[in-house]
């Protein structure tokens, strides 16, 4: 199934059933981003590949594609300035499979802090505020 797409208040949207439209709308309607199912390819089209960063590598296996990102989502990594990584607050959202390379910055640099900081009392999650 494809990856849900964060909605504009923080909220996420379930995907699209088969057979339905695969791409979000980012922007016109509020949404913080928008994505296209199997965007970079189906899976005999996944590739690896070495993030704008030139360090980063990537593991894209039948991955979607965003095709729009709005404030307050930050890029984190881009591949041919695009967005393949992204955050909001304490949520994460990546394209590519992280896991399967030897690289652990994501772990150690993003993931680590973001569980040994307490979450406000009353958060949710998507709550800007948390």
Do not use: M, Y
Request: charged share 25%; aromatic share 2%; with cysteine.
């Amino acid at each position: 199934l494809p990856a849900p797409a964060v909605a504009g208040d923080g909220d996420v949207e379930p995907a699209p059933a088969r057979g339905e439209d695969q791409t979000r709308a980012g922007g016109q309607d509020g949404r913080a981003v928008a994505v296209a199912r199997n965007g970079w390819g189906r899976q005999i089209d996944s590739f690896e590949a070495i993030a704008d960063d030139g360090t980063t590598p990537l593991v894209c296996i039948r991955a979607p594609r965003l095709t729009a990102v709005r404030a307050p989502t930050e890029a984190l990594l881009t591949l041919g300035g695009e967005p393949i990584r992204v955050r909001r607050g304490r949520i994460v959202g990546a394209t590519d499979h992280p896991e399967l390379t030897p690289d652990r910055r994501l772990h150690r640099d993003l993931f680590l802090p973001l569980v040994a900081a307490p979450a406000k009392v009353g958060a949710h999650v998507g709550d800007r505020r948390s």
